[in-house]
């Protein structure tokens, strides 16, 4: 009897696993067949109605076509959809790579992507959407926190990256090389020309929010000016953090010149009383973050910082010009595919 119980366990485990694929399979053919719908849609709109017309003629036949497509097929056809879909052939003018992106990506990535102004960009994200199968919670993330600015301009040597992400996949704990980026892009502080440290802590104060969007998922803010008191002389911390994957406290000095060796011995003081006097127990020994205007990186490495638990990282108070960034940018692509041909990562897509 209970053999017989778990062959039918077995067989209702597997009758499962058919009908979520065959799901899954319907869903995604679903999302590819509308998504190239909205994208015929749109050219056929942008060639035939809008091409060579008055702008305002154009705009009235595309909303008496809304009127009788929304009284036939739904609200789907409203007015708004109809111009995004003749955005979306206007940005993604091949039909071969939009039928290569729609298996992965639905409408509703789509219109996450369409606001970007940059080709490159567009096409970067639309890539790392089917690559890594991003849902689109988790695009609209990635792009909120800059992604393609911050994978641009990254210094940390892909093969670093690499060995962490191994690890880290096969059940490993997070690391501090996965956690600092290098550089921080800190543009949207809005800083006025020629200002001051002090200057700097109060945008960051006042914009802790994106400040942590920035810095990363896991960072919680302890305090600022934290008094560090050694002898009789009194020290002050610019910003103090906890991290809650590391399970450590993160202390952060702003440096608005470039990085000298003298700011190394700082903040080795700062950790070490941090250690004797602020750590809890079962926590993990402080780590440091120097944040500076620039940093030489031979003097970085000769200064061996790993092993007093100091990370040297740039900001950057201005976007630059994203024309310098785009080798950088298909190189990620590229290691991103080859990660996916190895079976790194997931076999299904994400959808919300």
């Not at 058919?18 to 067949?33: D, F, G, K, P, W």
């Not at 800059?146 to 191994?166: F, N």
């Not at 780590?287 to 638990?309: K, M």
Request: glycine share 6%; aromatic share 8%; proline share 4%.
């Amino acid at each position: 009897m209970s053999d017989l119980i778990s062959r039918e366990g077995e067989l209702l485990s597997a009758l499962r696993g058919l009908i979520e694929q065959a799901r899954q399979h319907v869903a995604q053919t679903a999302n590819s067949t509308v998504t190239m719908l909205y994208w015929h849609v749109g050219l056929r709109i942008r060639s035939e109605v809008l091409k060579n017309e008055r702008a305002e003629y154009g705009e009235q036949i595309v909303s008496t076509l809304s009127t009788q497509l929304v009284r036939e097929y739904g609200r789907s056809f409203g007015v708004r959809s109809l111009r995004r879909m003749v955005q979306f052939a206007e940005v993604f003018p091949d039909e071969a790579v939009v039928a290569s992106l729609s298996p992965h990506l639905s409408w509703s990535h789509f219109i996450e992507i369409l606001p970007l102004k940059k080709p490159l960009e567009r096409e970067f994200y639309a890539e790392m959407c089917r690559i890594e199968r991003w849902s689109v919670h988790t695009l609209r993330e990635r792009i909120s926190s800059q992604l393609y600015l911050r994978t641009a301009l990254t210094k940390q040597p892909e093969a670093l990256v690499d060995a962490e992400l191994v690890k880290l996949r096969a059940g490993g704990q997070m690391t501090p090389d996965m956690v600092f980026r290098d550089p921080y892009m800190l543009d949207f502080l809005g800083l006025p020309d020629g200002y001051s440290e002090r200057d700097l802590e109060a945008a960051i104060l006042r914009d802790m929010e994106r400040f942590l969007l920035e810095m990363g998922a896991g960072f919680t803010f302890v305090a600022r000016q934290k008094r560090i008191s050694v002898g009789g002389d009194d020290f002050y911390l610019d910003l103090l953090f906890y991290h809650r994957l590391l399970r450590r406290l993160v202390a952060v000095e702003l440096k608005l010149e470039k990085f000298q060796p003298a700011h190394k011995g700082q903040m080795e003081l700062y950790l070490r009383w941090l250690d004797k006097y602020d750590r809890a127990a079962g926590e993990e020994s402080p780590i440091g973050l120097i944040l500076c205007a620039q940093a030489d990186t031979e003097q970085v490495e000769l200064l061996d910082l790993g092993r007093a638990n100091i990370r040297v990282a740039e900001y950057l108070d201005k976007i630059p010009d994203m024309k310098l960034l785009r080798e950088q940018l298909h190189r990620s692509v590229q290691r991103a595919r080859e990660q996916a041909a190895y079976g790194a990562l997931p076999s299904a897509p994400e959808h919300d």
